[in-house]
């Protein structure tokens, strides 16, 4: 009995020790928090995650707990419909008309082309224009290494676009992808075929409303534009 007693009175010691200092160790707020941030890390689309988790961590009642899990989840199912209400829009530029503006790798020239997504997966890959550099300036843009080894040699292209759509599919961190109502990028699977074989890259369309033009990155700093006079 004397054994049982003592045995007790340490379990209870030892839990009195470990508590000490920590908040809702003993009634249940504990579990809660590390359930509480377990969903956290599931709602990609907050604007501020590591906020809402440390006010968590510091809650010191379940209630708390509750409430701020309640306006984490708004918040984020809030941003996710904003954002899919923007990219939902994206099928409508590709396939599409585009233009690519660059300079020669010498700096010493400007040069501009359509850059066509045909419907029919092919590429509309032609020169429209070539200005001398300002003043004679040699400037030279991003994208034109990409240029002098591609002039000439993109003839198709395919991408999963319209599944990306479909599937809600983000390839991208949300956070990257996510910007206000009406702007957003969409991330997509890009393949260029060109005369030396296919090229795979991850396509970053750019939304800004239908008062600006969209933006297309396929990597090596080029960037397309969407192309609306012709």
């Not at 579990?31 to 689309?45: F, I, K, N, T």
């Not at 010191?60 to 707990?65: D, F």
């Amino acid at each position: 009995m004397a054994i049982s007693v003592f045995k007790k009175f340490v379990a209870a010691v030892t839990t009195s020790v470990v508590c000490t200092g920590v908040i809702g160790c003993s009634d249940g707020v504990g579990q809660a928090r590390d359930e509480a941030v377990s969903r956290l890390d599931g709602m990609v689309w907050l604007e501020d995650p590591t906020t809402t988790k440390s006010r968590v961590e510091k809650a010191t009642s379940k209630e708390q707990i509750s409430e701020l899990i309640s306006q984490a989840q708004a918040e984020n199912d809030e941003r996710e419909g904003t954002y899919w209400s923007c990219a939902s829009a994206a099928t409508e530029y590709v396939p599409g008309k585009w233009t690519l503006k660059s300079s020669t790798t010498d700096g010493m020239a400007l040069i501009a082309f359509h850059f066509d997504l045909v419907g029919d997966g092919t590429v509309n890959f032609v020169k429209i224009g070539q200005w001398s550099a300002t003043a004679g300036r040699p400037v030279v843009m991003p994208g034109a290494e990409w240029l002098a080894a591609h002039e000439g040699k993109v003839t198709g292209w395919s991408g999963d676009l319209s599944e990306v759509i479909s599937s809600k599919k983000t390839l991208k961190p949300a956070s990257e992808l996510y910007e206000t109502v009406g702007f957003c990028k969409v991330a997509f699977n890009l393949s260029l075929t060109t005369t030396e074989g296919v090229e795979n890259v991850v396509g970053v369309l750019k939304l800004r409303g239908k008062q600006y033009k969209a933006e297309l990155e396929i990597g090596d700093g080029v960037v397309l534009v969407e192309d609306k006079d012709s």
